[in-house]
């Protein structure tokens, strides 16, 4: 069976990948390029995980291989902006700096087909424990690190049961109060934050959160991740974005053999209202 052409976009939007730790699904993100190519990508930030590599170094091929596909990509003529976050933060002192053809940056403004101004911005310096309380936030990074390893052990035992994906981390992110309302607070200030800077909205990504929301005259769009979720934004050629899902049964599943074909993907267009 041949395998089909990758999907077009204007732009892809992708955060949260965290390769250099144990839990990143560099191999879906891989398969997730292999059918989705772009003119324009963004990487909004914590692509790599400095603070994991600073305690244990973790960088097996498979990470190399995502950095790859950008690089071949870039060459390619694919432009890519590399936005730094709180984990690989280290790359801010290189702003306006290019790798192999990716440039990068703190922020940006990208316009979309429609005419509309983005500004694209991976959030951390908005989020008051990462920039007033460094230390609250790497323990909070630990706990969500072993968060992610026990739901791991959740997921062999509801498949092994034949039940469902299940995600207590981002279940609790709906439900529990502090942290509805983090995201809440986190989503506000980034939608003043577009206001000041003159743009009819923000993408960001930081909080593993995939959400395209209107604050007001502002569009709040977040891309999620690459550890839990799987998802991307994208923005197709008359304008619109979307929050494209690569499925949780892939995402859980051992290490892939063959290319997952794109009709696996679940497309949900999560439009504002």
């Given at each position: 069976?041949?395998?089909?052409?990758?999907?077009?976009?204007?732009?892809?939007?992708?955060?949260?990948?965290?390769?250099?730790?144990?839990?990143?699904?560099?191999?879906?993100?891989?398969?997730?390029?292999?059918?989705?190519?772009?003119?324009?990508?963004?990487?909004?930030?914590?692509?790599?995980?400095?603070?994991?590599?600073?305690?244990?170094?973790?960088?097996?091929?498979?990470?190399?291989?995502?950095?790859?596909?950008?690089?071949?990509?870039?060459?390619?003529?694919?432009?890519?902006?590399?936005?730094?976050?709180?984990?690989?933060?280290?790359?801010?002192?290189?702003?306006?700096?290019?790798?192999?053809?990716?440039?990068?940056?703190?922020?940006?403004?990208?316009?979309?087909?429609?005419?509309?101004?983005?500004?694209?911005?991976?959030?951390?310096?908005?989020?008051?424990?990462?920039?007033?309380?460094?230390?609250?936030?790497?323990?909070?990074?630990?706990?969500?690190?072993?968060?992610?390893?026990?739901?791991?052990?959740?997921?062999?035992?509801?498949?092994?049961?034949?039940?469902?994906?299940?995600?207590?981390?981002?279940?609790?992110?709906?439900?529990?109060?502090?942290?509805?309302?983090?995201?809440?607070?986190?989503?506000?200030?980034?939608?003043?934050?577009?206001?000041?800077?003159?743009?009819?909205?923000?993408?960001?990504?930081?909080?593993?959160?995939?959400?395209?929301?209107?604050?007001?005259?502002?569009?709040?769009?977040?891309?999620?991740?690459?550890?839990?979720?799987?998802?991307?934004?994208?923005?197709?050629?008359?304008?619109?974005?979307?929050?494209?899902?690569?499925?949780?049964?892939?995402a859980e599943a051992p290490a892939l053999t063959e290319p997952v074909a794109p009709v696996a993907i679940d497309y949900r267009s999560v439009k504002a209202?």
């Amino acid at each position: 069976m041949p395998v089909p052409a990758p999907k077009q976009f204007r732009t892809l939007f992708i955060s949260d990948v965290h390769l250099g730790s144990r839990a990143a699904k560099a191999d879906f993100l891989i398969d997730f390029l292999r059918f989705h190519e772009a003119e324009t990508i963004y990487l909004v930030g914590d692509i790599v995980d400095g603070w994991r590599l600073r305690r244990s170094w973790h960088w097996p091929q498979i990470h190399n291989d995502v950095v790859q596909k950008l690089l071949r990509q870039a060459r390619k003529g694919t432009s890519i902006t590399y936005i730094a976050g709180n984990h690989d933060e280290f790359l801010r002192m290189f702003q306006g700096t290019h790798f192999g053809g990716i440039v990068v940056a703190d922020r940006a403004i990208h316009e979309t087909a429609d005419g509309r101004r983005f500004l694209v911005i991976h959030g951390d310096q908005f989020d008051t424990v990462v920039m007033n309380a460094r230390w609250l936030a790497y323990l909070g990074d630990r706990a969500y690190e072993l968060a992610i390893f026990a739901n791991r052990a959740v997921t062999r035992a509801r498949r092994a049961l034949g039940l469902p994906y299940w995600s207590f981390s981002s279940w609790a992110k709906v439900k529990v109060k502090q942290a509805v309302n983090f995201i809440g607070a986190f989503q506000d200030v980034l939608a003043d934050e577009a206001r000041r800077s003159s743009v009819d909205g923000v993408i960001c990504g930081h909080i593993h959160h995939a959400a395209i929301e209107k604050f007001g005259d502002i569009e709040y769009i977040n891309t999620g991740d690459w550890v839990e979720s799987c998802t991307a934004v994208v923005e197709h050629f008359d304008g619109t974005m979307e929050i494209v899902h690569w499925p949780h049964i892939q995402a859980e599943a051992p290490a892939l053999t063959e290319p997952v074909a794109p009709v696996a993907i679940d497309y949900r267009s999560v439009k504002a209202a």
